[in-house]
């Protein structure tokens, strides 16, 4: 991870420039005024090895938690992201490894590196979409996504969305894939006798449909982060 420098705002959808177009924008500014967003600032910090965490430091009385932006908490107050209200109600530091526009391949590295570093009293995954994949291109890793992230170039961009549209004709190119790690996360969990909560993001949001209620006005707000933890905890403590 690059280290990232602390701002108001992050580096997905809710950058500066979105923020200011909508602020300019009628509908979006209302819906901002209504949420709160036009007065509630949010402090993207990030620790020495480039998380939106505090840092990982001895004793490591902490759970872990993994995902995309969804972990990250883009949009919203770090103390509101569901892995905070986790560990918070389990009684223990909360170390957000999550990176947004990532997919379930960059979950299994972090996991694989850092779970065995930090030894964690627990795991927690909030698994990226299954159709998004991760890999190393040029020493520099790659996200296949309806939109590519890494790429360098219109040539490199338009060769790795060609790549995804080919996964793309069969579901079992991803399924695969997304199960295989899953079941790895799991694995390493198991060796190091650390509990280890996944959650699919995909399966969450079809009984729970996201509520664009963040302040990019996309991702997850605040109140359904607070679920997504309940979620987490149910599934915690029935292990």
Not at 10 to 27: A, C, S, W, Y
Not at 111 to 130: D, H, I, Q, R, T
Not at 201 to 215: E, G, P, S, V
């Amino acid at each position: 991870m690059k280290t990232r420098v602390d701002s108001s705002f992050g580096h997905g959808q809710d950058n500066e420039k979105t923020f200011n177009l909508r602020m300019k924008n009628p509908k979006d500014l209302k819906k901002l005024a209504q949420l709160g967003w036009d007065k509630n600032k949010i402090e993207y910090q990030y620790n020495s090895v480039g998380f939106r965490s505090i840092e990982f430091e001895e004793p490591h009385d902490a759970i872990a938690c993994f995902g995309c932006s969804h972990t990250e908490g883009e949009g919203v107050r770090a103390e509101y992201r569901w892995s905070n209200i986790v560990a918070k109600t389990i009684g223990l530091k909360c170390y957000n490894l999550g990176i947004g526009a990532t997919g379930i391949n960059s979950h299994y590295d972090q996991v694989n590196e850092w779970v065995p570093k930090l030894k964690p009293k627990a795991v927690f995954v909030f698994a990226s979409y299954p159709f998004r994949y991760d890999f190393y291109y040029n020493n520099n890793r790659i996200t296949l996504n309806k939109t590519i992230h890494g790429a360098k170039g219109r040539r490199e961009h338009e060769h790795f969305k060609q790549i995804w549209k080919t996964l793309l004709n069969d579901d079992r190119n991803f399924n695969s894939n997304y199960e295989k790690s899953i079941a790895a996360i799991k694995y390493i969990c198991l060796q190091l006798n650390v509990p280890c909560v996944i959650i699919k993001c995909n399966d969450y949001f079809k009984n729970d449909l996201i509520d664009h209620r963040a302040r990019d006005l996309e991702h997850p707000g605040e109140s359904q982060h607070g679920r997504i933890a309940e979620a987490m905890l149910k599934e915690f403590y029935n292990a």
